[in-house]
């Protein structure tokens, strides 16, 4: 799942003004990602086997969270400015959070929450990174 965001970076460092890459590809690529962060919650709560455990509020924020991040996603991709690379860092930091604090309720594998918590800082890297890299001239 790293591997398009170092390629990116990758190109950002070595053809900046030239991409071989049509596209920025930290930025797309981070974008489908970040609506796959979201995409977890739908499919969870859809399988949840003991739902009544889980309060109504809860289950709700959970609903509404699924899409979240596609919307966020979608509208860094309609931003053509530099800093929608930082938005969208902070928007893999708020998945995060929200990992954080919903995985009591979903009872996540307990492998996830570790990984999620690795790839999510490497990402959050590479785009703030490539941030920096193409305000320099």
């Not at 797309?28 to 995409?39: K, Q, V």
């Not at 699924?66 to 860094?76: F, G, K, N, Q, W």
């Not at 969208?88 to 929200?98: A, D, E, K, R, T």
């Not at 309720?105 to 920096?132: A, E, H, K, M, N």
């Amino acid at each position: 799942g790293l591997f398009p965001f170092f390629i990116g970076l990758l190109d950002l460092l070595i053809n900046k003004n030239n991409l071989f890459f049509v596209i920025h590809l930290t930025k797309y690529y981070g974008s489908i990602i970040l609506t796959f962060l979201g995409a977890i919650y739908w499919g969870s709560i859809l399988n949840l086997v003991r739902k009544s455990l889980v309060p109504e509020q809860i289950k709700f924020f959970i609903i509404i969270w699924s899409v979240t991040p596609s919307i966020l996603a979608i509208t860094i991709l309609t931003i053509k400015n530099n800093f929608s690379l930082l938005l969208l860092s902070m928007g893999f930091l708020l998945c995060q959070l929200v990992d954080e604090i919903c995985h009591k309720f979903l009872l996540f594998p307990g492998w996830y929450l570790p990984l999620r918590r690795i790839l999510t800082l490497f990402v959050v890297i590479i785009l703030i990174y490539s941030y920096f890299i193409m305000q320099t001239p």
